[in-house]
Nanobody, 121 residues
Framework: HVQLVESGGGSVQAGGSLRLSCQFSEYRYCMAWFRQAPGKQREGVATLGSNGRIKYAKFVKDRFTISRDDSDNTLHLQMTDMTPDDTAIHYC???????????????????WGQGTQVTVS
C-alpha cells in the first residue's frame, strides 16, 4: 500500500499560481491529481503515466502542468492563471496499473493522499 502526502496548498488571488507536491513512498505506473470542491464530486485534474503520457481535464485549458520526479518520488502540479472555480481540496492518487487512455474516475485508484486545500479569491 503506497503512502501519498500532498503539500503546497494555500490561498491565492485570482490570476495567481500555486505548485502542489505529492511525496509517494513507492513507485507506481499511474499518478494523478484530483480535486473536490464543496458540495461537488471528486473530479480528475490530470494523470501522468510512467511512459510520460499526460491527460488533462478540459477545464485545465493549458493552465496546469503535471510532472513527476522519480529520483525523489515526487509528483507535482503547477497551477497558473487560477480562478475561484479552482477552489477545492486537491488529492494525489496512484495505481500500479498503467493509466487508462481517457482521464480515469476515482474508481480507478486505490491509493489516495489526505488532500491539500487550495483557495482562490
Amino acid at each position: 500500500h503506497v503512502q501519498l502526502v500532498e503539500s503546497g496548498g494555500g490561498s491565492v488571488q485570482a490570476g495567481g499560481s500555486l505548485r502542489l507536491s505529492c511525496q509517494f513512498s513507492e513507485y507506481r505506473y499511474c499518478m494523478a491529481w484530483f480535486r473536490q470542491a464543496p458540495g461537488k464530486q471528486r473530479e480528475g485534474v490530470a494523470t501522468l503515466g510512467s511512459n510520460g503520457r499526460i491527460k488533462y481535464a478540459k477545464f485545465v485549458k493549458d493552465r496546469f502542468t503535471i510532472s513527476r520526479d522519480d529520483s525523489d518520488n515526487t509528483l507535482h502540479l503547477q497551477m497558473t492563471d487560477m480562478t475561484p472555480d479552482d477552489t477545492a481540496i486537491h488529492y494525489c492518487a496512484a495505481d500500479r496499473r498503467p493509466c487508462p487512455w481517457d482521464l480515469p474516475t476515482t474508481a480507478f485508484f486505490v491509493n489516495w493522499g489526505q488532500g491539500t486545500q487550495v483557495t482562490v479569491s
